[in-house]
């Protein structure tokens, strides 16, 4: 009985893992976030902006361009249930790693894909991830690997947007936020595009 209370013990004040964060940025960050929450081991996905200039920056702000920001999204995982390794594996397989001038219908600076690292380790593992990914598909990978600054939360009106219950006005009619966007994903052919270049390999295509 001692011993299995000294292993209940241990159990019980065992330092608990401590979670990691990850930047990246895929397109519209709506995606990226649905994506991402859906992966076991990762807690919350949050939706933003980072690689600019400009301070604090608004959603108008940055789409408007000129800030030099990405709509990114930063991943809080558990590394002891998923890997970084994991998450870049998932996350190249989530996108057109083609396109530099955006993504799918979105067009522009802010839309661009990119992958953030915060030092030389994950810089090594995001180089491994592409090199890689490039083999699987047999061309050209085009995503950078930026260093990570400063990352800023969009508002909240753009946070778990693919989950929303409030009424939005869209050009497909009043929707919730929900459906809103599971309209404008299919009507800019993300799914689509990531299946076609990614075949069965593609991460979340539905």
Aim: proline share 3%; with cysteine; glycine share 10%.
């Amino acid at each position: 009985m001692k011993f299995y209370g000294l292993i209940f013990s241990l159990l019980m004040f065992a330092p608990a893992a401590q979670a990691a964060t990850t930047v990246v940025a895929g397109g519209c960050f709506w995606c990226v976030e649905a994506d991402f929450e859906s992966v076991p081991g990762v807690s919350k996905a949050v939706s933003g902006f980072s690689g600019g200039s400009k301070s604090n920056p608004t959603y108008k702000d940055v789409t408007k361009g000129g800030t030099g920001h990405y709509e990114a999204v930063t991943i809080t995982y558990n590394p002891n249930k998923v890997s970084y390794e994991k998450l870049l594996h998932l996350f190249l397989r989530s996108v057109d790693v083609t396109d530099r001038g955006g993504q799918f219908c979105d067009r522009g600076n802010s839309y661009r894909i990119a992958i953030f690292v915060k030092n030389d380790k994950e810089r090594a593992i995001a180089e491994a991830a592409i090199k890689q990914a490039e083999a699987d598909l047999g061309r050209k990978i085009v995503t950078p690997i930026l260093n990570q600054g400063k990352f800023y939360a969009a508002d909240r009106g753009h946070q778990n947007y693919y989950k929303g219950k409030s009424l939005v006005i869209t050009r497909f009619g009043p929707k919730t936020k929900a459906n809103a966007y599971k309209a404008y994903r299919k009507a800019c052919g993300r799914d689509a595009k990531v299946k076609s270049l990614w075949g069965s390999a593609a991460s979340f295509a539905h």
